[in-house]
């Protein structure tokens, strides 16, 4: 069984549909107006799916969830089943006629920013998520908090390796585009209209040196301060946005560099080739 809590993280996943529940507890102490109503509008979703709801002193909450920061809620709930990459390609949610956008963690070990990732990602509407199963923040009760729930909507595939992945995601005409501090294209100059996998890499150490070879091309954000790159979560929320701007725009008429992938695949050496 996996733990959920806070209000947000709690609603979200009751609407999302998405999990199993076992049972909801409550605060039974007394709430200020405001969480008073939120968490009444709670148990009465709880009740109106026919989840048991029980009350509890907020030391037993902090107890269940490990922090105090619960909100008065805890929810016990199935483990979450992840989608393989296959399923992520057959969403049948996903138009033909529109470009897919799907995003791909190389990485990614604070679960606050894996939550902040999954929040800017469903947000922007991105199609997918990918996560390797090694080396990566598991998708923990901190991080579904973090993206505010968030994490409960959005499609989320696990793979063994994220190389091969990537290659699959190349073999079905999808570009993969990394972001990397020494990228030779300015991120707003891409054009996001177009299949594509944005790759971001590890806090501090940014993409493994397979994956920057198994990306088409590497993006960069400008940066005009002292320091050399953003957090990657803040990274990830400018780049999906640029996206999503661009594809409520369409095609604008704007210059934009030219892309192609090389007619001759380079030559990979090492694990996922």
Known sequence: MDVLFGLHPVEEALRAGNRRFDHVCVSRERQEHGAAQKLQRLVDLCRQQGIRVRFENRDQLTRMAKTPGHQGV??????RE?????????APDISSSNAR????????EDPQNLGALLRSADGAGVDGVILP??????LSAVAIKASAGAA?????????????ALEQLKQQNIWCVGLDECGSINYDAYDWTTNTVVVLGRE?????????????????????????????????AV?????????????SGQSKETLSRPATPKKLKGIGT
């Open 152 to 164: 409960e909507h959005i499609r989320i595939a696990r793979v063994v390796n994220l190389v091969r």
């Open 74 to 79: 805890v929810a016990v709930v199935r483990e």
């Open 204 to 236: 501090g150490e940014g993409l493994h040196d397979l994956t920057r070879r198994t990306c088409d091309h590497l993006l960069r954000i400008p940066m005009a301060g002292g320091v050399s790159s953003l957090n990657v979560s803040a990274a990830g």
């Open 133 to 138: 199963e090694r080396r990566s923040a598991p």
């Open 101 to 108: 956008l799907l995003l791909a963690l190389d990485g990614v």
């Open 82 to 90: 992840f989608l393989t990459l296959e399923d992520l390609l057959a």
């Open 239 to 251: 780049v999906l946005y640029e996206a999503a701007r661009q594809r409520r725009l369409g095609a």
